[in-house]
């Protein structure tokens, strides 16, 4: 690891810094904490970097404990109704939806005691790139804002898609109490429909629907937070890339020392540093994003040619389709950015007059050269713009299998035949 220069960040750790990942990310890791998700202590926006810490005896572990446990029961119900009715697309659905929830929990629990030296390592960073040449990159002083209104925008389009979903089944089980001639009541009948699996084991009882609630909002909070994380740290990642960019861009034409190049190749090396520490804790949350979204697009995409019972049912489900298509697409995008904008650097380097070249800027290019800037899943794949094409063709490729191999009997159930109270 290189030693970069970080003789002020004792210093700033007394007062809040803003345009740094701790202050953007701030108020996305305080809502999560009520859902399970980071359950990681002195994460307000404002608060001294150095109180962030993970502990295990503390309330939102707490949180995140008891919904791994509801998860787990809810994963064991998903795979008995399976077991019982054979695996189609009606039954894998709610199984794969579980499986990814409570990966989900068990990751953010994990990452949660890595963030605190994670966040500490990239404000050490943010000192050298908020300080000095680098400030000055207009794209760096937005940092802050761009963040916030790009997770805003998110979390609303993901509120927007469950009201949809609620609305769906409100709606259905209102169809479905009219046509079928039900005598239970609406409520119960709702989630009777909603939650079935829950309710083959214990009764129905009205105490018991806030718990549920609860749980399904955060079990659907993470579904989408994975991906929202992954693109507000990428987006971070990405600008301090682009500052470093910047800066190269602002000498490329004229003659700096063999030490200029040296600092800079200093930088550099203290950036791509970070990146790789983000690319070991974060590989994890990249490969549950990239398979859970893969498969639900597929599975949404093969529902595209099937009937749907009301209009609310088609409402939902082109928004949920669009919805998803373009968080995945964004995240995807957003993470790509870092290799694209490391490949620019490259560019940037190319432009400077021979005559101007010197041995660390030699050094600064067969860095960049031999080095394959990106984050990863494990490893086992990078997140570029050219895994977003294969990642496209292995969806239509599945798709031509489902639609060779599925009846399409087997993803839809007539009204009356549908879970009721």
Not at 204 to 219: A, D, F, G
Not at 363 to 379: P, T, V
Request: aromatic share 14%; glycine share 4%; proline share 3%.
């Amino acid at each position: 690891m290189v030693q970069v220069k970080v003789q002020s960040y004792e210093e700033q750790s007394t007062r809040s810094i803003t345009n740094t990942l701790h202050h953007a990310l701030g108020p996305f890791l305080v809502l999560s904490r009520f859902f399970g998700t980071m359950p990681v202590l002195g994460v307000w926006p404002r608060a001294d970097i150095a109180l962030v810490r993970f502990k295990w005896c503390s309330l939102p572990v707490l949180v995140t404990l008891t919904l791994c446990l509801f998860a787990t029961m809810d994963l064991f119900l998903s795979l008995k109704v399976v077991t019982e009715m054979g695996i189609m697309l009606t039954t894998t659905g709610p199984l794969s939806f579980s499986i990814g929830c409570l990966t989900g929990f068990i990751v953010f629990l994990w990452l949660s005691r890595k963030w605190p030296n994670l966040i500490k390592s990239t404000r050490r960073l943010e000192v050298i790139f908020l300080r000095g040449p680098y400030a000055a990159c207009p794209e760096s002083q937005m940092l802050s804002r761009r963040i916030r209104l790009t997770g805003t925008l998110f979390l609303v389009s993901s509120v927007v898609e469950h009201l949809c979903y609620v609305g769906s089944g409100i709606y259905s089980n209102h169809l479905q109490i009219k046509e079928c001639n039900l005598t239970a009541g609406f409520w119960k009948n709702y989630y009777m429909r909603e939650r079935w699996q829950f309710f083959s084991l214990i009764d129905y009882t009205v105490w018991l629907v806030p718990l549920l609630q609860w749980i399904t909002i955060s079990m659907t909070f993470i579904w989408n937070f994975v991906d929202i994380f992954l693109i507000l740290v990428s987006q971070s990642l990405a600008v301090r890339f682009n500052q470093f960019k910047w800066h190269v861009q602002c000498h490329q034409k004229k003659h700096m020392s063999n030490d200029f190049w040296l600092g800079v190749r200093k930088d550099f090396l203290a950036l791509t540093d970070l990146l790789w520490l983000y690319d070991t804790d974060l590989s994890g949350l990249v490969m549950l994003s990239c398979a859970q979204n893969l498969y639900f697009l597929a599975v949404q995409t093969f529902h595209v040619f099937l009937y749907r019972d009301n209009f609310m049912s088609e409402i939902y489900f082109w928004f949920s389709l669009l919805h998803v298509a373009i968080r995945t697409f964004y995240m995807m995008w957003s993470a790509a950015a870092i290799n694209e904008t490391a490949y620019g650097i490259l560019s940037t380097i190319y432009e400077i007059p021979t005559a101007y070249w010197c041995l660390e800027l030699k050094r600064l290019n067969e860095i960049i050269i031999s080095d394959l800037i990106a984050l990863s899943g494990k490893g086992f794949f990078f997140l570029t713009r050219r895994l977003m094409l294969a990642m496209a063709g292995t969806l239509v490729i599945y798709e031509l299998v489902l639609l060779d191999q599925v009846d399409g009997n087997d993803v839809h159930t007539p009204l009356c035949n549908q879970r009721k109270g």
